[in-house]
């Protein structure tokens, strides 16, 4: 068997850095030597398991040295790492293990590991994967799948080689930045933005050392850190303090990903730290598809320009998925058309239901997008798009809309199903501080500038938008709020 290309990356950094700081948080660090110790502690915890190589084994470790040690100890026997994020109950982490066709669980709650007895594995009921598995698959990211169960995005190492080659090019990477790592190891954008780059290359992380909000950045601040890959969400709520912490003095590039940055959020942060915020697009298929080189894309609506070594195309929406005709959507930019993406970063597959939405380097995306000036504007997903009375409603079109009113601070738009009737109930979800508005201004704006179709037939008024540990907005907890409608 072969050794997985990260396995031998990280094999030559031990050899030539040993003693050369890895993982960092304000009170303790490792070393990259410290961190191959750790690896080959967790390795025991697989001693004598019965799998073949390419075998999928659970891996649900906290974020620090622990997840990383974790990941290299799976490589190193040769096994696909299913990648759990580090909270997951141990029951749930079963269930979507078992549907997945793993045969074991490899757990590491402590972000800091002191040694074997740190890991834990446990064994399904069925021991034996029942899936065909390839030892080139270093992992399994997880997403959500058409019938509710998630399944497995089946990515080669080669496919994360890739990725972190484009990215490093694409976004400036220097051999001494210092990656801020407050978002999860186990999420697809924390695998390629910070553990890639330091099992690859030994890019230092930089871990806060709790998890209030204004950690991470006086961690940034006494560790150096360079590099802050974050999302929308906590630069929103980062801006709402009555005071912000200061900028890190070695702070040079925030970036997001995982949900769209409001114009009004990306110019606030430029204005309250003096530097812009550029915008990530990716997924868990491909990596990385657009980058915003410049740090103004969010204020002008887009996501930026293909990242190097990706091609980007938009493919012609089937006439079913097309915004209604009076739609002044489909008709401002250009036509938009399905964001398909090709390039070496692209995963093998879905597990366990294969899917030629992504097949062969190529991935067909959920999202309608259309060009603007050479920068990719997303539009609306294709599974967004909402029925009403027979008529296609993008809800984005409507969440800009509303989001122009005064004293709206964020918006979500839905489809509501409506028990007993063909299609949906426009819902309207609301932050916005209490008082400051109500639902007739609401109402009465709506009239004003939307077509009736669109306009919301509920519309609900809360302080702040849920969302999920991700940082993305809980679709679910959005359906099931109560209120006038």
């Not at 410290?34 to 974020?63: H, I, Q, S, Y």
């Not at 879905?350 to 097949?359: N, S, V």
């Not at 009375?389 to 601070?409: F, H, I």
């Amino acid at each position: 068997m072969s050794l997985d290309p990260i396995v031998l990356s990280f094999d030559r950094l031990v050899r030539r850095a040993p003693l050369a700081t890895l993982v960092a948080s304000p009170d303790r660090s490792a070393t990259v030597e410290e961190v191959d110790a750790l690896a080959r502690a967790a390795r025991r915890a697989l001693d004598g398991a019965p799998w073949p190589p390419g075998t999928a084994v659970g891996l649900a470790a906290a974020n620090g040295p622990g997840f990383l040690a974790s990941l290299l100890a799976l490589r190193r026997a040769g096994l696909t790492a299913v990648l759990l994020d580090g909270q997951t109950p141990a029951s749930e982490a079963l269930r979507i293990l078992g549907a997945l066709g793993a045969a074991a669980l490899l757990r590491c709650p402590a972000a800091w590991p002191a040694g074997p007895g740190d890991w834990t594995l446990t064994s399904l009921e069925t021991p034996a994967a029942t899936l065909p598995g390839s030892p080139e698959i270093a992992v399994l990211k997880l997403t959500s799948g058409s019938t509710g169960l998630p399944r497995g995005i089946a990515t080669p190492a080669e496919a994360l080689l890739a990725d972190d080659a484009n990215l490093t090019a694409t976004m400036g990477l220097r051999p001494d930045d210092r990656l801020l790592a407050a978002i999860p190891l186990s999420h697809s954008y924390g695998l390629s933005s910070l553990v890639m780059p330091a099992l690859l290359r030994g890019t230092p992380l930089v871990l806060p050392a709790a998890a209030s909000l204004c950690d991470p950045l006086i961690a940034a601040e006494r560790l150096g850190a360079t590099v802050f890959p974050t999302v929308p969400a906590f630069l929103d709520a980062l801006l709402r303090l009555s005071e912000p912490p200061r900028r890190p003095a070695a702070l040079r590039l925030v970036l997001t990903a995982g949900a769209l940055l409001g114009a009004a959020t990306a110019a606030r942060f430029r204005e309250a730290f003096g530097l812009p915020v550029h915008v990530f697009y990716g997924a868990s298929e491909c990596g990385g598809i657009c980058y915003d080189r410049t740090g103004d894309a969010a204020e002008r609506g887009t996501v930026g320009t293909p990242v190097d070594g990706v091609q980007v195309v938009l493919e012609p929406v089937e006439p079913s998925d097309r915004s209604h005709p009076s739609d002044p959507s489909a008709s401002s930019l250009h036509e938009p058309g399905v964001v398909t993406v090709r390039s070496a970063a692209v995963a093998a597959g879905y597990r366990p239901d294969p899917d030629p939405r992504l097949t062969e380097g190529r991935f067909v995306g959920g999202d309608l997008a259309a060009w603007q000036n050479g920068e990719l504007a997303l539009r609306a997903r294709l599974d967004d798009l909402i029925n009403i009375k027979g008529k296609k409603v993008n809800p984005r079109e409507v969440e800009e809309v509303l989001g122009a009113l005064p004293g709206v601070d964020e918006v979500a738009v839905l489809g509501v199903p409506v028990p007993g009737r063909c299609g949906d109930r426009l819902r309207a979800v609301i932050a916005c501080a209490p008082g400051r508005l109500r639902t007739d201004q609401v109402l009465a704006w709506s009239r004003e500038h939307l077509a009736p179709h669109k306009v919301p037939r509920s519309v609900l008024l809360v302080p702040a938008l849920p969302r999920t540990p991700r940082g993305k907005l809980d679709r679910q907890a959005l359906l099931e709020l109560r209120g006038d409608g």
